[in-house]
């Protein structure tokens, strides 16, 4: 099971990647730890129940549960924060106006074809904003575990699960590596663990080149 220092490690290196300035909408997992580590950063924080202005998450003194996340996580509002219908937050993700959606992944193709609504076999409680998140934002980056919990990659030659769409992710972050996906498959841009390339080669489910920068 992942701990809480790597699920902590994957939302400080996404944080990092963000543009300042840039809206952003967060899914459910790893990506709702984001909002604590941006570091000053100025970026707009976009919940698809419909919120753009997200702040660090409230202590327990301060959980109001009238204000909460598309995960159902408390939240609090940055200074200057609107409240707006969840149609009018679609309308901003549909309309191509999310820079950035930082995703979970159940798969990840190494073209960097998502999936992450549905397991085949259980009950699917509803698909929820992913797919259209995946259409209309202008940037993907996947926030995941490097593993399933039974120990299967999730960086894989070909998805298994049903797809979230055509688009393509253009970034993975786990717990020992950022990929970056390209029209010839993933490449390794990081290692973010003191794991060896060879070790990372093990656990993942297809070939990858290295082009890391130092």
């Known amino acids: ?90 309308v901003m993700i549909r309309g191509g106006h999310v820079d950035v959606a930082v995703l979970g992944a159940l798969q990840v193709d190494r073209y960097g074809e998502i999936a992450n609504w549905t397991i085949p076999g259980k009950t699917i409680l509803g698909v929820g904003g992913a797919m259209d998140l995946v259409a209309g934002a202008k940037k993907i980056i996947l926030a995941s575990t490097h593993q399933a919990k039974n120990g299967q990659p999730k960086l894989i030659n070909e998805l298994t699960f049903p797809s979230n769409g055509v688009r393509k992710a253009d970034m993975l972050v786990t717990e020992h590596a950022v990929f970056k996906f390209t029209d010839y498959g993933p490449e390794l841009s990081e290692i973010l663990s003191d794991i060896s390339i060879d070790e990372l080669r093990k656990i993942t489910g297809t070939k990858f080149k290295e082009k890391i920068t130092t």
Do not use: C, W
């Not at 009238?66 to 679609?90: N, R, Y």
């Open 1 to 90: 099971m992942l701990s809480r220092f790597d699920r902590i490690k994957i939302a400080k290196k996404v944080a990092e990647e963000l543009e300042e300035g840039s809206i952003v909408n967060l899914g459910v997992g790893i990506p709702t730890l984001i909002p604590d580590y941006l570091n000053g950063k100025k970026v707009y924080l976009q919940s698809e129940n419909g919120l753009l202005g997200i702040g660090p998450t409230p202590d327990e003194e301060h959980i109001n549960m009238d204000l909460i996340s598309a995960s159902k996580k408390p939240i609090t509002m940055d200074k200057g924060a609107s409240l707006f219908d969840s149609s009018d937050s679609f």
